[in-house]
Nanobody
């Protein structure tokens, strides 16, 4: 059974930082490209960041470039997302997602086969 479990969310003030983590089990993690998406209240789920399986290429939404940095640890089967300079627009539930292989479309929700339950990030002013 595939499980993706996110952690690290919470309440932070504008300008603060958080580090999200996603622990994977039940799949061949090193073969998976991994992504982070987020969904704010009343909005559609949107792409945040992704990292490919073997060559570890990274991809970012324009809104988070320079502030977020996705990374992975295949030995620990985890993917992390340190987030800096947070603002109110970053408030959302953040989801981890996994896809076997590299689809060439890392920013699309439909690319991903497995999803976590999400972790809440709230940025207060």
């Amino acid at each position: 059974q595939v499980q993706l479990v996110e952690s690290g969310g919470g309440l932070v003030q504008t300008g603060g930082s958080l580090r999200l983590s996603c622990a994977a089990s039940g799949l061949s993690f090193s073969m998976c490209s991994m992504g982070w998406f987020r969904q704010a209240p009343g909005k559609e789920r949107e792409f945040v960041a992704a990292i490919s399986s073997y060559d570890r290429m990274t991809y970012y939404a324009e809104s988070v470039k320079g502030r977020f940095a996705i990374s992975r640890d295949n030995a620990k089967r985890t993917v992390s997302l340190p987030m800096n300079s947070l603002n109110s627009e970053d408030t959302a539930v953040y989801f981890c997602a996994a896809h076997y292989g590299n689809s060439g479309r890392p920013t699309l929700l439909t690319t991903y086969d497995y999803w976590g339950q999400g972790t809440q990030v709230t940025v207060s002013s």
